[in-house]
Structure formats: C-alpha cells, structure tokens
C-alpha cells in the first residue's frame, strides 16, 4: 500500500492561547492583517480585543457571513483584502468563518470571483495570504484542513474546493472560546467530528497516519460529547473536545469524507438542517452498510478498539448518542413528498459518495431515505 502524508499547519493548543495570535502577527512581520470574524464574537467583545492586541497588527475585521458562507460572502471579503491592501488574515469562528476566510485570502490575490472555482474542477490558484486560524466551535477541523466548503445559494449548490493553498499557516485552538456553545451547537458540531473520524477511517483514501488519528478522535468524542453538552462550562470536556476535533480534522483532510457527507449537502441546503447535524444524520446508517462490504473486518476492529462488540453496536450507541442530545434520527416531521425524496437521492450524488467503500446506488440512497421519512 503506497501512501503519502502532509500536515503543514503550525499547532498551538491550549487555555487563553487566543491571545497569541498577536505574537504570531507580530512574529510573521507582516503589516495590515484582517480579522474574518463570526458575527457571534462582535457581539461578546472578543473580535474588538483581538484588534486591539494586536497594536496595529490588524488595521480591519469582516463580519459579514453566514453558517454555511455563500460565494458571494467570500467575494466581498476579498473586496475588502484587494482594497486595504490586507497581508495576512486571522479567522475567528467556526468552520464557515475558517472557510470563507480561507477562500477569500486565495482569490484575493486574483480579480477573480470564488464561483471560477467553486463546484467547477477549475485548479485554485496556488499563492494566497497567510492565514491564522481560531476555531471556535469543536467541529469542523477547518483549522488543519486543506478545504473549503461554500455554499452558492442562489444556484443551490453547496460543495467543497480542495486546494493546498487553504492550510492555514498557524491553527491556536484555545477550548475557552467554545464554553460559550450553546447545546445544540455543541451536539451538532461535535456529531461532525465523529462524522470526519469514521469517514475518513473508511474512506478509500485512508492510510495509517490518519487511521490512529481517527482512532483517537472517536474515542474522545464518544468520551466527551455527551458530558460537554449536558454541562457547557465542563473545562476538560470542552478541551477534550477542541482535541478530538482538530485530530478528527488531520484524519479526514488526505482521504477525504465519503457518504454521509455526500448527504449532508442537499440536507442542509434545501432542508435547512445545521451542518453537522445533517452529516451524523446518516452515520449510522452507512456504518451499517460499509460493515457489509469488502472492509467490513476493518470497521469492526475499529469498532472493537472503541470498546464495541462490532459496528452494529457502534451504530446504536451513535443513534442513541444523538438520540439523547435532541439530534434528528429521522426526516418525518418534513413529510417529505416523492419528488422530494428524488431530489434527496439525485443531490446527494455528490463527488465525496465515490470516496465510500461500498459502492453506494440510487437504489440504495432512495431505500434509505424512504426509511427516514
Ligand atoms: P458555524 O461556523 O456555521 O457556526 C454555527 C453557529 O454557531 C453560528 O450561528 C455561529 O454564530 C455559532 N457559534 C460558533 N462558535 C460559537 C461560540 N464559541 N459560541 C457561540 N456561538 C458560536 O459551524 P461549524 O459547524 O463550525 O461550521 C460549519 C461549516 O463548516 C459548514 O459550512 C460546513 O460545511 C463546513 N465544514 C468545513 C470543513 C473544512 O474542512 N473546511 C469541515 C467540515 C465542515
């Protein structure tokens, strides 16, 4: 078996470590940074004391985005990089802020609009603005991946755009900036990192490196989530979490998300179901499936190591997991109608279902979402 690993991005991890984004824009030497923040974090005071840290380091910030960022979020942004003559960025928020900056700080360097490249194949230019990235929520891993996902609302596409160019320089990733999670965003955000963790353990594209970190990863989640929902302010719940996270991001960035993604997309899109949400939606239900096929042996031992009989009773507890943390099991209360279930399974025929192990048919995506609604 060949393979092949990259990990780029400077970590540094820890409690009240957001206050060194500072040093490191002082350390890059790089004038004119631009703070990408979460609408959230100008309303609690934390984007205003970035700026102000950083005596002069960050001479702008942009707020203007949304869960899911569309195109046309990232093109005002790199308006605004274009127009200040910004030098570097530092994203503050989630994995739609992580994102949207991520994008915006490579085709800033160009006249081009992020819909050049977004859905269409078309290669992202190589050279972009250094990038220090601060998660906010424990989810996405963002912070370490080489992807940004966007949304074009008004064409109804979401997707991801894989480019080298999108490893942030630096990742701080401070746990204290997620005490402020509401329960359902943890539960949503952190069913996300289960999610990159299987998937990118049962992923065609898995390789050993990433096989121990999504070990590790699921193991902490199957640890910690359930704790750091039940009681926001749980210090090592949270930390463990913002750990489970990032390492789930490390495995799942080379081989890539497969199934439950693929379905995430039309979930959120046209039904409007949070992200993460929407991936663990269908987790259990391609584990099922994926323990029937030819790496059926693999998922097991990975189940196993998890302290599990098999995949079957891994799949319960993530059912029951979400199940206690108010997570949707089922699409009933949309009374989804044929033709909508057809679009469901037409949708989801998305590039990351190719990265599945069992190949996965129409057929097969309609049983499942009849099952569902
Ligand atoms: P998000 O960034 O969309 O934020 C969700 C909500 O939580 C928002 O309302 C936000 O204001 C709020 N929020 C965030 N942090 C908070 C905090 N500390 N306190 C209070 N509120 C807070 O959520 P997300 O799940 O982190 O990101 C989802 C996006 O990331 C989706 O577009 C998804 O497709 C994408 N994604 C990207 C990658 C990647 O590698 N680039 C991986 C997975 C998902």
Known sequence: MNWDYLQPVKIRFGKGRVSEVKDLAKEMGIKNGLLVADPFFFTNGLAERIVKESEGAIIASF???????DVTEVDACAAIIREKEI???VALGGGSSMDCAKAAASIALTDDSIRKYHGTGVAMPQEHLPLIAVPTTAGTGSEVTCVSVLTDHANGKKSPIVSDGFFPSYAIIDPELTYTMPPKVTA??????LSHALEGFWSKGHQPICDACALHAAELVFQYLYKAYLDPADEEAREKMCEASLIAGLAFTLPKTTSSHACSFPLTNIHHIPHGEACGMTLDYFARINAKGADGARIDEFARKLGFKDTEEMADAIHELKA????RNDLKDLHLTEEQIS?????SRHPNLYNNPVEITDEMLSEMYHKLA
């Not at 949503?188 to 990192?193: E, F, L, N, P, S």
């Not at 679009?343 to 949708?347: D, F, G, K, S, Y």
């Open 87 to 89: 030098g570097f960025v």
């Open 63 to 69: 707020g203007d985005l949304s869960p899911n960022p």
């Open 188 to 193: 949503g955000t952190g069913i996300d990192v």
């Open 324 to 327: 206690k943390m108010g997570l």
């Open 343 to 347: 679009e469901l399974v037409r949708i």
